[in-house]
Nanobody
Framework: VQLVESGGGLVQAGGSLRLSCAAS????????MAWFRQCPGKEREFVAI????????YYADSVKGRFTISRDNAKNTVYLQMSSLKPEDTAVYYC???????????WGQGTQVTVSS
C-alpha cells in the first residue's frame, strides 16, 4: 500500500491544520492506521491511532484533547485534525498503515508541520 500525506504547512501557535493521508494500491478498511511525528534530532514518536472501523482511537498524552484522528474508508483516507497548535508540535508527520503504537508495516513520505510562536 502507498500512503501520501498532505495538508502540512506553516501556522501560528494556537492555529489549526488538517492532515490527510491518501492510500492507494490496496484498501485500508481492515487496517489500523496511525500518525507519528519526528522532530529534528529526535526519534519518531507516536501521535494517534484509529482502529479499522473507526470505533476506537488512542492518543499520545502530548496531543490528547487537541488532535483528532478520523478515517473515511470509502475514500481510503485517514485524517489528523490538529487544533491549538504549539511550537513543540513542529515536526514531520507520517501516516502509517497496519500500525501499532510502536511500529507499522507501511509508511508515507511525511509532511512538514511548522508552528511559529
Amino acid at each position: 500500500v502507498q500512503l501520501v500525506e498532505s495538508g502540512g504547512g506553516l501556522v501560528q501557535a494556537g492555529g489549526s491544520l488538517r492532515l490527510s493521508c491518501a492510500a492507494s494500491g490496496r484498501s485500508i478498511n481492515r487496517s489500523a492506521m496511525a500518525w507519528f511525528r519526528q522532530c529534528p534530532g529526535k526519534e519518531r514518536e507516536f501521535v494517534a491511532i484509529i482502529t479499522w472501523s473507526g470505533s476506537g482511537t488512542y492518543y499520545a498524552d502530548s496531543v490528547k484533547g487537541r488532535f483528532t484522528i478520523s478515517r473515511d474508508n470509502a475514500k481510503n483516507t485517514v485524517y489528523l485534525q490538529m487544533s491549538s497548535l504549539k511550537p513543540e508540535d513542529t515536526a514531520v508527520y507520517y501516516c502509517a498503515a497496519d500500525s501499532t503504537q510502536t511500529d507499522a508495516d507501511y509508511w508515507g513520505q511525511g509532511t512538514q508541520v511548522t508552528v511559529s510562536s
